[in-house]
């Protein structure tokens, strides 16, 4: 089953699935903008096109995931992230 979402005015959507090798998922697209989100659970973040500025919990400096690069966010956190061109990428649920 597919579960579509969309966040901040529509400028982030993203597809919800689940999928038997890689778990819970979702791939999604964000526009050019910076965004806040917040996790209940852990997450596992690739980048599949552009690239992503990122400011992870705990962090004082920010950190860019390019294409292929992954990065993973604790649960219930919150975490920033700057896009300066439409990226796209695939959310794994640990």
Do not use: D, H
Not at 49 to 60: E, H, N, Q, R, Y
Not at 64 to 81: A, L, Y
């Amino acid at each position: 089953m597919l579960n579509v979402n969309e966040y901040f005015a529509g400028k982030v959507k993203s597809i919800g699935f689940e999928n038997g090798s890689i778990g819970r998922s979702s791939i999604g697209v964000m526009a050019a903008g910076e965004y806040n989100f917040s996790t209940a659970q852990p997450e596992e973040m690739k980048v599949i096109s552009g690239a992503l500025k990122v400011l992870l919990p705990g962090a004082t400096e920010w950190t860019v995931f390019g294409v292929g690069e992954t990065f993973q966010v604790p649960g219930k956190s919150e975490f920033s992230v700057q896009v300066c061109e439409c990226s796209a990428y695939l959310c794994r649920y640990l």
